[in-house]
């Protein structure tokens, strides 16, 4: 079974600590705005598996400290959608860089667009601000006084560069299919691939995991079952207040249990995502001790406080804990 777990920080650095003005009092008073966004449609039906990029999305814009962004899918009346009809696999918000004068002479030569990514060891594969799966509703993303997420600071863009935010949605239709935790766990064989997206053959020893269920694949179903074609949305509400002094910016970091760089001495970061997670053995079985531990370690530059960690999973998880550890 293929087993995919992340972390995530927020972590105010030590330098950012200092005596806070009097109107940190207010930052979780009348200064607070929400509002409700959805995500373009995400067309789905029995079996079917949609796992799309949408970008320039709807976005509070301006200067501002993100407070929380909780997310769910819902249907064309915004009724939420259960679980066990459309698995929510993964969702990633991530800011970008879009060049503002793409048809100008004078920009042919720049990239149309860079991505902002956070600060953790794995974000050259894990750059997204915001991110959860199946654990999303319900899941508090609140960022705790005086703390915020800063976001829309123009002074930080690139010049020519304006801040968008891009949303990938991974979900897969259960309904109707012959055998919804293969669906749910991608295996090869429920999806009847032999190639992944980019036209390359799957190894034999790859069972299931991301490379067999992405978009557009078709999980088996039940033969004579019929059921239509839903259009489903994220819909997401964010919170935020203006930018002020107040505000104490933390930073991102994404953690992924397969990044075992530090374990192994070796210098560069592997953060593969999804990892094949080994067979419980006959004795184990038999004593019902089939739990399966994987441990991660990683170095920060620099110390601070965690206001906020939220972890993800996927099914057969029991659960993640993060540890701390002053270093010399």
Not at 25 to 39: A, E, P, Q
Not at 118 to 124: E, I
Not at 289 to 318: N, W
Request: net charge negative; hydrophobic share 35%; glycine share 8%.
């Amino acid at each position: 079974m293929k087993m995919a777990g992340s972390v995530v920080l927020l972590i105010s650095l030590l330098s950012a600590i200092a005596p806070l003005p009097s109107e940190a009092l207010n930052v979780r008073g009348h200064l607070l705005k929400s509002k409700t966004f959805r995500s373009p449609p995400i067309l789905l039906g029995p079996g079917s598996v949609s796992n799309k990029y949408h970008h320039d999305v709807d976005f509070p814009r301006g200067h501002l400290a993100v407070k929380s962004f909780d997310a769910e899918v819902v249907d064309e009346n915004g009724v939420p959608v259960p679980l066990h009809e459309t698995y929510l696999h993964h969702w990633v918000a991530e800011p970008y860089y879009a060049l503002k004068n793409s048809q100008s002479p004078d920009t042919q030569n720049l990239p149309k667009g860079m991505l902002k990514r956070n600060d953790g060891v794995c974000k050259t594969t894990l750059g997204q601000y915001f991110g959860l799966g199946s654990e999303t509703r319900h899941t508090a993303t609140w960022v705790p006084d005086p703390y915020g997420i800063e976001i829309g600071n123009e002074d930080k863009a690139p010049e020519g560069y304006e801040e968008k935010w891009l949303l990938n949605i991974h979900a897969i239709d259960t309904r109707g299919v012959v055998d919804k935790p293969s669906c749910t766990e991608c295996k090869c064989d429920f999806y009847n691939v032999t190639i992944d997206e980019y036209g390359r053959t799957i190894s034999k020893n790859y069972t299931g995991g991301l490379f067999c269920c992405y978009d557009q694949t078709q999980c088996r179903v039940k033969e004579g079952f019929n059921g239509e074609v839903r259009k489903l949305f994220l819909q997401y509400t964010v919170t935020w207040l203006d930018w002020t002094d107040a505000v104490v910016p933390v930073k991102i970091y994404i953690f992924d249990v397969t990044d075992t760089a530090m374990l192994d001495g070796t210098p560069e970061h592997s953060c593969k995502v999804e990892y094949q997670v080994e067979e419980c053995s006959a004795e184990n079985r038999a004593n019902n001790e089939c739990i399966h531990t994987k441990t991660a370690r990683a170095a920060l530059p620099r110390g601070g406080d965690i206001v906020f960690s939220v972890a993800h999973q996927h099914s057969g998880g029991v659960g993640a804990s993060l540890h701390g550890q002053v270093m010399d």
